[in-house]
């Protein structure tokens, strides 16, 4: 799969660079191509596993969008808690639906790494990613 950076905000694109970044608006030269982002924070770091590879859980219904049906994606941060503090903290949570960006958490370490996306299609695959200043971007896929 071919993954493209964006060099302002960091956001990730799949298969090919936008003609502008749906988070920040940066035109398309702004991104790099590094198909093994993923791949390169787990060998740089492979003990942080479990810190860093998004939990998701899926809830249907939550009441918060009433008669509309909406599907929540709930995010953590690691299987174990990644640290949210001044000098090491998850900068972003982005969720993708079949591979188009559909939102992003904004963090910083006033938060705790975690975010919910209620989604309104509850269909296809559902894309997790997420940038720890330190450790770099990981990922979880599910299906739903
Ligand atoms: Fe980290």
New binding site residues.
């Given amino acids: 799969m071919k993954i493209f950076i964006c060099g302002k905000c960091g956001h990730l694109a799949f298969d090919a660079a936008p003609e502008a970044c749906p988070v920040c608006g940066a035109k398309k030269e702004e991104f790099t191509q590094n198909d093994r982002i993923f791949e390169e924070s787990r060998a740089n770091s492979p003990e ?1 596993e479990v ?2 590879v998004p939990f998701v859980q899926v809830n249907k219904e939550c009441g918060l969008v009433p008669d509309k049906g909406c599907t929540d994606i709930l995010v953590r941060i690691g299987k174990t808690l ?2 949210s503090e001044d000098k ?1 903290f ?1 900068l972003f949570i982005d969720c993708y639906q079949n591979g188009a960006y559909v939102g992003r958490a904004q963090l910083s370490p006033g938060l705790y790494p975690a975010a919910c996306f209620h989604l309104k299609t509850p269909t296809g695959t559902v894309t997790i990613t997420e940038h ?4 770099g971007y990981w990922k979880t896929e599910i299906i739903l």
Avoid: G
């Fill in positions: 942080a810190k860093h990644h640290p090491h998850i720890c200043n330190l450790h």
